[in-house]
């Protein structure tokens, strides 16, 4: 093991230089026997060297075999099955992320998507008419719940014309009634009082003639209402089409059955609407009769009156008779009227919110329609959607910026999923892997600085990452470590040697490895005493080819002896010279 020692002038060496002189120069001038005897013991001693044990730290480096491979490096893989159109792209190229590497034919994945597209525009334009559809759908419901409340507020006022039109007949024969009473007492008093009934048979008669005015008002209204001038005039022109037809010569015989049967729907939609019109006249027409009726027997009563004056006992005989028929037209009436308000008061309610739910259901129905179409039209654009997708698969470009590896295509082959078409590496970080023991994998962390020599040219690198599990093959952790510098000496696959600090201790003293014995495998060192070597057992842990570090049994204020002597033994007397080594001497590979 190779040295730098200095050595200084010490004054053991010079009593034993001085020594060797004066016996010398004493031998030849005759020394006495007591200075030869001195003599003799100092020469007897042990020479030694001797050092003062450092404290500081040890780290010990390991070396391993690693190999080279791109931190990124991904295979480009069709996803279709086409031929290849072109392929420009060649082994050791620098393409960018993105980049186009080659094309495959698109016709199938073109006619899909036209295909798909074709169908979406179908799906839009169904749900632009179940849009309309559903316009349409709310404008009739609106229509259908106008038309009912009108309905019903017409029903209600006819309800209450009708009414009305009945409390006057029953007030008039009432009125009719008491005239007939008073005619009858009156029959019994002066002829004076015959003037009296016959001015109130005259205002009797002016009310009777209101009600007929009031009862034609009504029937004119009904008229109106119920279409009955029209019908009769669609009736008779119908009439007058069908004749036209049968005197009219048509050039085929088909032509004339043709022309009679739409003359005949006309003519048999006429006659059904002049019948519904004059069903619904009839109540009207009846009570136009009935106000005539009793305008008549007012003119009757008043010519009776007339009359009466001379003949008071027939009138009044007639009279009670007349009072009889009033009575029992009385009662009929009122029976009439019971029926009709009956009639009239029965709940039309529930067959109107029938007619409202009854369109309600078609607004829903149409929105529903719209619904669906929406869903197919959303169900179209994913088809679009998918068959672009596809369409991009046909282009194959660069995920990541690096350097062509290798090119498993060219134009007119034919790619197909599952064969890588190209391998790129992004080579501006290079990975080394190495394998070590389950005993250095503790001493390793992540981020820690290693060497990593490739044909002698040294790169600096980090450890990314340490495996957690042991390759089967070598039976070792894999560790990861990135070079964040490479450059072309570092190709994928190649084989490196790595450096990196494993076992360390810090604060233990250093001593030199040589300076150390061992009894049994006990560890001990020679420290000196004055002129004496003693013996001092020791407990030691790491070491490299020159340094050792010394856990207990030595301190710093010791002289450790270094040099090694066969006569050296514990109680030896020693000659000691000092010797003090260059700076780090003894731990070469000591932390910085």
């Not at 993105?98 to 073109?110: I, P, Y």
């Not at 109540?283 to 007339?306: F, G, R």
Request: glycine content about 6%; aromatic content about 6%; some cysteine.
């Amino acid at each position: 093991m190779r040295r730098q020692y200095i050595i200084g002038a010490k004054k053991a060496v010079s009593v034993l230089l001085v020594t060797a002189c004066l016996s010398t120069s004493l031998t030849g001038c005759g020394q006495t026997a007591e200075a030869a005897e001195a003599e003799e013991e100092e020469s007897d001693a042990i020479p030694v060297e001797v050092q003062m044990p450092k404290a500081g730290s040890l780290t010990l480096k390991n070396e391993f075999v690693g190999t080279v491979s791109p931190q990124e490096s991904v295979y480009v893989v069709p996803l279709v099955s086409a031929e290849v159109l072109s392929a420009d792209i060649n082994v050791g190229d620098t393409v960018t992320a993105g980049q186009e590497l080659c094309k495959l034919d698109t016709e199938a994945a073109e006619l899909q998507l036209a295909s798909a597209q074709a169908q979406y525009n179908s799906a839009a334009a169904g749900v632009q008419a179940a849009e309309v559809g559903y316009e349409i759908a709310q404008a009739q419901y609106d229509s259908t719940v106008a038309q009912l409340d009108v309905q019903n507020e017409q029903t209600q006022r006819q309800k209450e014309l009708t009414m009305y039109q009945m409390q006057m007949q029953i007030d008039g024969i009432n009125n009719g009634i008491r005239d007939i009473n008073d005619q009858i007492a009156d029959l019994d008093e002066d002829r004076e009082d015959l003037k009296e009934q016959k001015s109130d048979l005259k205002d009797a008669r002016k009310q009777a003639d209101q009600y007929v005015d009031l009862a034609q008002a009504d029937y004119n209204a009904a008229a109106a209402a119920y279409g009955y001038p029209e019908a009769q005039r669609n009736y008779q022109a119908s009439i007058a089409q069908m004749n036209m037809v049968e005197a009219t010569e048509y050039s085929t015989e088909d032509e004339y059955k043709k022309a009679k049967e739409d003359a005949q729907k006309e003519l048999d939609a006429a006659k059904t609407a002049l019948a519904t019109a004059e069903a619904n006249m009839k109540p009207h027409q009846a009570n136009l009769q009935a106000a005539q009726s009793a305008a008549s027997q007012m003119d009757s009563a008043y010519e009776q009156v007339k009359d009466g004056i001379e003949q008071i006992d027939d009138g009044k005989a007639k009279l009670e008779e007349s009072l009889s028929d009033t009575y029992q037209s009385l009662g009929q009436t009122e029976t009439v009227k019971n029926l009709t308000e009956a009639q009239l008061n029965v709940n039309t309610q529930p067959v109107q919110e029938a007619g409202k739910r009854t369109a309600a259901l078609g607004v829903d129905s149409a929105a529903a329609q719209v619904n669906s179409a929406k869903v197919g039209a959303a169900g179209a654009k994913v088809g679009i959607d998918s068959a672009e997708y596809q369409l991009d698969m046909y282009t194959l470009t660069s995920p990541i910026d690096g350097v062509i590896e290798a090119v498993n295509v060219k134009a007119h082959d034919f790619a197909s999923p599952g064969n890588p078409a190209f391998v790129i590496s992004n080579k501006n970080t290079m990975t080394v892997t190495f394998g070590v023991s389950e005993g250095i994998r503790g001493t390793l962390k992540v981020g820690q600085k290693i060497e990593v020599d490739r044909n002698g040219k040294i790169y600096s690198a980090a450890i990314t990452e340490i495996g957690s599990m042991i390759d089967q093959t070598t039976g070792l952790f894999m560790v990861k470590s990135c070079v964040s510098t490479p450059d072309e000496s570092l190709l994928t696959g190649s084989t490196v040697k790595v450096t990196a600090d494993t076992y360390s201790k810090s604060d233990v003293l250093l001593i030199p490895y040589d300076a150390v014995y061992y009894d049994d495998s006990q560890p001990y060192v020679y420290v000196a005493e004055g002129d004496t070597a003693k013996r001092r057992d020791i407990e030691t842990d790491i070491f490299d080819e020159q340094t050792i570090t010394v856990v207990s049994g030595l301190t710093v204020e010791d002289s450790l002896i270094t040099s090694w002597s066969a006569n050296l033994r514990d109680g030896a007397v020693i000659a000691a010279q000092e010797v003090q080594e260059p700076e780090g001497d003894l731990a070469p590979a000591a932390e910085e």
